[in-house]
């Protein structure tokens, strides 16, 4: 296995610029799944994808009718086999790969997310990305969070498991799952019962902080439960000069909504969040606005104190539309559960790093926020006996996840790769 990671690491580079270049939404990913499903299969995986992947009613926040079919129509542009994308029809993004070696031993799991934001990625001179000629080539849409690194680490290791299967023993099964951003791809793959069986769950994730390359922690804690809410408010429209009084304003129940949200008393229990990341309302100077639109998320420490957070929340919604006698809708577009990883697995884990060449520390335990919908995978793995982790791979930020100017350092690419298969190799191997 000596010079594996050296001899992958131009390939590695190559399929992060790929992925880079053509960013896609969440359940939106048919270009990104094609070119996945492809390669896992001229690794020899069999693959999964379309139905067998996740439970269709378990999804959550699937864009419109619309939206999905300019989308597949896109794909077809691109290049995408049109037998493979009838049965990723509807949004049914996503691949699963799986490798039997035929030989007794566990069932191994890894999870790498796939999708991207919606963000217009910068054209800045100083942007590595731009530099280089890679930036993304679809407007409003860019990878600003790393999940372009992820699939290329899931690549790396399909191909470690692919060259030296031989001597590995059990089963092994990639997710490389849509739809992380807003909590909505894992679950659904969850419920499709992927997770049932596992015995040891790994999965995680570039930066995060900004640390050196070479720093690897082998569990994370802090990960909140969240849920994600979009909200419709509903009025009556009237000329705001001559018949103000018949109209009722649904940009006033939103806005009144908006500043009574941030004042949410939080909780002793715990940490607790809440941010409106999106408003629309109103279409003219002289119009009383009948539609305003919110995007909410909520987030706490424990599951109690996220649901605390949501049913303030639903219950201030509801008080700003009837001061203004407005409708209103709220809709559940996002979810996940608390997270935290089996403390079992540090040493392993650390044994495993500590023969690697491009990893330089390795870190117990890092204290994050923010949330994950690994979390679904990891606790339904926990549930069942089984062993899960998220780990965090080290690289600078210049800039934080999410903004228009995100990058990594592609060396940390090599130092994921190392991590994981030195797992593979050490604890789930014939020897």
């Not at 069932?107 to 910068?122: G, K, M, N, S, Y």
């Not at 509903?234 to 941030?262: Q, R």
């Not at 923010?370 to 990891?378: K, L, P």
């Given at each position: 296995?000596k010079?594996?990671?050296e001899?992958?690491?131009?390939?590695?580079?190559?399929?992060?610029?790929?992925f880079?270049q053509y960013?896609?939404?969440?359940f939106?990913?048919?270009v990104t799944?094609?070119?996945l499903a492809k390669?896992?299969e001229?690794?020899?995986f069999?693959?999964?994808?379309?139905?067998?992947v996740?439970k269709?009613?378990?999804?959550?926040g699937?864009p419109?009718?619309?939206?999905?079919?300019?989308?597949?129509s896109?794909a077809i542009k691109?290049?995408?086999e049109?037998?493979i994308?009838?049965?990723m029809?509807g949004?049914?993004t996503?691949?699963i790969?799986?490798?039997?070696?035929?030989?007794?031993?566990?069932?191994?799991?890894?999870?790498f997310?796939?999708?991207?934001?919606?963000?217009?990625?910068?054209r800045?001179?100083?942007?590595?990305?731009h530099?280089?000629?890679?930036?993304?080539?679809n407007?409003?849409?860019m990878?600003?969070?790393?999940?372009?690194?992820?699939?290329?680490i899931g690549?790396?290791v399909?191909?470690?498991?692919?060259?030296?299967h031989e001597?590995?023993?059990?089963k092994?099964t990639l997710l490389?799952?849509p739809a992380?951003e807003?909590g909505?791809?894992?679950?659904?793959i969850?419920?499709n019962?992927?997770?049932?069986?596992?015995?040891?769950?790994?999965s995680?994730?570039?930066?995060?902080?900004?640390?050196?390359v070479?720093?690897v922690a082998?569990?994370?804690?802090g990960f909140?439960?969240s849920?994600k809410l979009?909200v419709?408010f509903?009025?009556v429209?009237?000329h705001?000069?001559?018949k103000?009084?018949?109209?009722?304003n649904?940009?006033?129940?939103a806005?009144?909504?908006v500043?009574?949200?941030?004042?949410i008393s939080?909780h002793?229990?715990?940490?607790t969040?809440?941010?409106v990341?999106k408003?629309?309302?109103?279409?003219?100077r002289?119009?009383?606005p009948?539609?305003?639109?919110?995007e909410?998320?909520?987030?706490?420490?424990?599951e109690?104190?996220?649901?605390?957070?949501?049913?303030?929340a639903?219950?201030?919604?509801?008080?700003?539309?009837?001061?203004q006698?407005?409708?209103?809708?709220?809709e559940?577009?996002?979810?996940?559960e608390?997270?935290?990883?089996?403390?079992?697995?540090i040493?392993?884990?650390?044994i495993?790093?500590?023969?690697?060449?491009?990893?330089?520390q390795?870190w117990?335990?890092?204290l994050v926020s923010?949330?994950?919908d690994?979390?679904?995978m990891m606790n339904?793995?926990?549930?069942n006996?089984?062993?899960?982790?998220?780990?965090?791979f080290?690289?600078p930020?210049?800039f934080?996840?999410?903004?228009?100017?995100?990058?990594?350092?592609?060396d940390?690419l090599?130092?994921?790769?190392?991590?994981?298969?030195?797992?593979i190799?050490t604890?789930?191997s014939?020897k």
């Amino acid at each position: 296995m000596k010079g594996f990671i050296e001899s992958i690491t131009p390939q590695l580079i190559q399929w992060r610029r790929d992925f880079h270049q053509y960013p896609e939404l969440g359940f939106t990913e048919y270009v990104t799944s094609y070119k996945l499903a492809k390669e896992l299969e001229r690794l020899g995986f069999t693959i999964h994808i379309g139905k067998d992947v996740m439970k269709q009613e378990a999804r959550l926040g699937i864009p419109s009718s619309k939206e999905l079919q300019f989308y597949e129509s896109k794909a077809i542009k691109h290049g995408v086999e049109k037998d493979i994308l009838d049965r990723m029809q509807g949004g049914m993004t996503g691949v699963i790969a799986t490798w039997n070696t035929g030989r007794p031993g566990d069932h191994v799991a890894l999870r790498f997310d796939i999708d991207a934001l919606p963000i217009q990625e910068t054209r800045e001179t100083s942007h590595f990305p731009h530099q280089q000629g890679f930036t993304s080539l679809n407007e409003q849409v860019m990878h600003a969070c790393g999940h372009d690194g992820h699939m290329t680490i899931g690549l790396g290791v399909a191909s470690f498991i692919s060259d030296y299967h031989e001597r590995l023993c059990g089963k092994f099964t990639l997710l490389f799952q849509p739809a992380e951003e807003g909590g909505r791809g894992a679950k659904a793959i969850t419920a499709n019962g992927w997770l049932d069986d596992v015995d040891y769950f790994y999965s995680g994730h570039i930066g995060i902080e900004s640390l050196p390359v070479g720093t690897v922690a082998a569990t994370v804690d802090g990960f909140l439960a969240s849920s994600k809410l979009n909200v419709t408010f509903k009025g009556v429209s009237s000329h705001a000069g001559m018949k103000p009084e018949l109209g009722k304003n649904a940009l006033l129940a939103a806005s009144s909504a908006v500043s009574s949200l941030y004042g949410i008393s939080r909780h002793s229990g715990g940490i607790t969040r809440i941010n409106v990341g999106k408003m629309m309302a109103g279409s003219g100077r002289n119009i009383i606005p009948a539609d305003a639109y919110l995007e909410i998320e909520t987030r706490g420490e424990t599951e109690e104190m996220n649901s605390y957070m949501q049913n303030e929340a639903k219950r201030i919604i509801k008080a700003s539309a009837m001061m203004q006698g407005v409708e209103y809708q709220i809709e559940a577009v996002g979810q996940t559960e608390q997270l935290k990883g089996s403390n079992e697995l540090i040493s392993s884990i650390e044994i495993a790093c500590d023969k690697g060449k491009y990893i330089e520390q390795v870190w117990p335990v890092a204290l994050v926020s923010g949330s994950e919908d690994a979390s679904f995978m990891m606790n339904r793995v926990q549930a069942n006996n089984g062993l899960a982790t998220y780990m965090l791979f080290g690289t600078p930020l210049d800039f934080p996840h999410h903004h228009p100017s995100f990058d990594f350092q592609e060396d940390v690419l090599p130092v994921a790769v190392e991590a994981l298969t030195n797992i593979i190799q050490t604890n789930h191997s014939n020897k």
